[in-house]
């Protein structure tokens, strides 16, 4: 009996292997796991394959390990890589381990962010301004005791940056230089999953929270949240912490051997370029309609033709609008 | 044709009316929460101080005599006493201590509630029954699940890190104290109810010092899952070894990767290690 199952099981599987597999290439995105990524892979995907006929797939992973996917081959396109939190980038970049097409957008925000009712007050939920005069990085040790960590209540609490990225030293050397540790400790928040819920949590519940974000994300559209302002940037000494973040480059790239294969893929992203208040936009339209990140991205190619047509010749752009009406 | 391979009808669940049920849940028991947060704190505060007040060398010969005096075996020893002061050599000392504070509190809390559940669970076959698909999710849900609700309950850091460690690691001890009682020859409580022992003097004199050596068995194992949970745990701002295995792979650093796993490694055999002689000299004694 038992082998009879086994041998039931086991005609199941080869069969399953011996499905027929379509025969037209896949190519692979890398889905990195925040949306704004999700979403850039679902437009760049829909028009790949509306107008070459490609069919696409995503692949999901941590930061690190996609991109390390990228360059050994694994996936084929990257289409947001988050330059400032990737140590490797500029040698990976100069080494050519992976070809870069392009920029996606180079006008986001990232650094300290406080709900904007700490500050302002917010009379629909019955809220006083906490601490009216903060405005400056510099200003948070005044006002240590609004954040005051719970699991070591002599000091404040500044969540900072996701263990592993670029920007997690940084704002430790931030941290150091404004002799902030005299009032708050610095709390690794682990991943990124858990600070989008540290921080939707404080927000929901009406509290006091100092942490690191970034723009464009569904939860910085969804809240109101204010960036904390610092010294203007510095070039050469923003990697000790000093100065604001300059808003990081978010390229495009695809795996070695990428262009000769696909060229007229590869001219089509090298010319894909967005911005970080388009991204929100969608980001937004995703979170209000429930949609799914193909129809948002059917929505935003309809939505913002303009655009579009700059990124295609005119008779793909034509093609294009054609067939997603 | 289609059917074959596809369902013929799809239900579609809500799923954002679960997101808001927790989000208004999380605003009208705030104050429950907060409390609930802070007795853990505190357990967990005490515990901490504890271990940090013990200077190193002091836990380093409590290892080695603890484990000498269960086995008997001098070299052993003074090995894991070897490898437990290498963990301090190479730096990660006070994130042992750090990683140690959050496991021997779930470990602790975790044997507080498991060790009197799984004895209902013993005696009632109704709980017994409602029970086991509960443990079985407990086991096999994925954390994240339930760890993202739990974070916009209770925030960030080490106090979710217990609680979900917590989750994971009470199941052994709970199983492992249904069955040991069970397991009880039936001959045996007979005779106790026969000289008219109640319910709770067997439970008590005969049924628990028989079942000994697989409670034991299943602090044991619970001890070892809270171990494993620690990358977990970090991922959720507990500090201590796990961040630190976490930052490694985050940025492919193998060597640190290996240099910090080999840490938790040596500090999960040291505790399976102790815990396991607590089961030996018992079963000795037992037959």
């Known amino acids: 009996m038992k082998k009879l199952f086994l041998l039931f099981a086991l005609s199941i599987l080869v069969l399953a292997g011996c499905a027929p597999s379509s025969g037209t290439t896949k190519l692979t995105f890398a889905n990195a796991g925040w949306d704004s990524i999700a979403f850039h892979n679902a437009t760049m995907g829909t028009i790949i394959e509306t107008l070459y006929g490609y069919e696409w797939e995503e692949v999901m992973g941590s930061t690190p390990i996609t991109y390390e996917a990228l360059m050994s081959g694994e996936i084929d396109i990257y289409s947001e890589i988050w330059t400032d939190n990737l140590a490797s980038y500029e040698n990976d970049v100069a080494t050519g381990r992976f070809e870069l097409l392009g920029m996606n957008f180079d006008d986001n925000n990232q650094g300290l962010y406080v709900p904007r009712y700490v500050i302002e007050g917010d009379p629909e939920r019955g809220i006083e301004p906490m601490a009216p005069n903060l405005r400056y990085v510099s200003d948070l040790p005044q006002y240590w005791e609004l954040f005051r960590d719970e699991e070591d209540p002599s000091k404040g609490r500044l969540y900072g940056g996701i263990p592993g990225w670029a920007v997690d030293e940084i704002l430790r050397n931030k941290f150091d230089h404004l002799n902030l540790g005299d009032t708050f400790n610095y709390f690794s928040p682990g991943s990124d999953p858990a600070l989008s819920a540290a921080l939707s949590g404080a927000y929901e519940r009406g509290e006091a929270i100092v942490g690191y974000y970034w723009e464009p994300t569904w939860l910085m559209g969804l809240y109101d949240f204010v960036l904390l302002e610092d010294e203007p940037f510095n070039e050469a000494l923003f990697a000790d912490g000093v100065g604001e973040f300059k808003s990081s480059d978010v390229t495009i790239g695809v795996r070695r051997g990428f262009t000769s294969e696909f060229p007229e893929v590869a001219e089509f992203l090298s010319q894909y370029s967005t911005s970080s208040s388009l991204t929100s936009s969608a980001l937004s339209y995703i979170e209000e309609t429930g949609a799914s990140y193909k129809d948002a991205a059917k929505w935003f190619i309809l939505n913002h033709q303009e655009l579009v047509a700059t990124w295609l010749s005119a008779e793909e752009f034509n093609t294009l609008i054609a067939a997603l009406q | ?287």
Do not use: C, H
């Not at chain 2, 799984?118 to 509960?134: D, F, Q, T, Y």
């Not at chain 2, 001890?173 to 040991?180: A, P, Q, S, Y």
């Not at chain 2, 001959?187 to 010092?209: D, H, N, Y």
């Open chain 2, 1 to 287: 044709m289609n059917w074959i391979y596809e369902f013929p009808f799809q239900l579609t669940i809500d799923t954002s009316a679960i997101d808001r049920g927790v989000r208004s849940f999380a605003l009208t028991f705030d104050a429950v929460l907060r409390v609930i947060r802070q007795g853990l704190t505190t357990i967990l505060l005490a515990i901490s101080d504890l271990l940090t007040f013990i200077p190193w060398w002091v836990l380093v010969l409590l290892v080695i005599a603890l484990y000498f005096k269960q086995s008997k075996r001098l070299w052993m020893a003074i090995l894991y006493g070897v490898l437990l002061s290498m963990i301090g050599m190479i730096g990660l000392w006070p994130l042992m201590i750090s990683t140690l504070s959050i496991v021997i509190t779930a470990v602790i809390l975790s044997v507080a509630l498991g060790f009197p559940l799984g004895l209902l669970l013993s005696l009632s076959e109704r709980a017994n029954m409602i029970m086991r698909p509960v443990l079985d999710t407990m086991q096999t849900m994925p954390v994240f699940v339930y760890l993202i609700p739990a974070l916009l309950l209770f925030g960030l850091g080490r106090v979710p890190a217990v609680m979900a460690t917590i989750i994971y690691a009470i199941v052994p001890i709970i199983r492992l104290t249904n069955l040991g009682i069970r397991q009880v020859n039936a001959e045996i409580v007979e005779a106790s109810r026969s000289f008219g022992a109640t319910t709770l003097q067997t439970l008590v004199k005969v049924q628990i010092p028989q079942a000994f050596t697989t409670i034991m068995a299943g602090l044991n194992q619970t001890l070892m899952m809270a171990m494993a949970m620690v990358v977990t745990a970090s991922m959720i701002g507990a500090p201590g070894l796990g961040a630190e295995v976490l930052i490694a792979v985050n940025r492919i650093e193998v060597g640190r990767g290996l240099v910090s796993g080999s840490a938790i490694v040596i500090v999960a055999i040291i505790l399976d290690r102790l815990s396991q002689g607590w089961v030996k000299p018992t079963e000795e004694e037992g037959v």
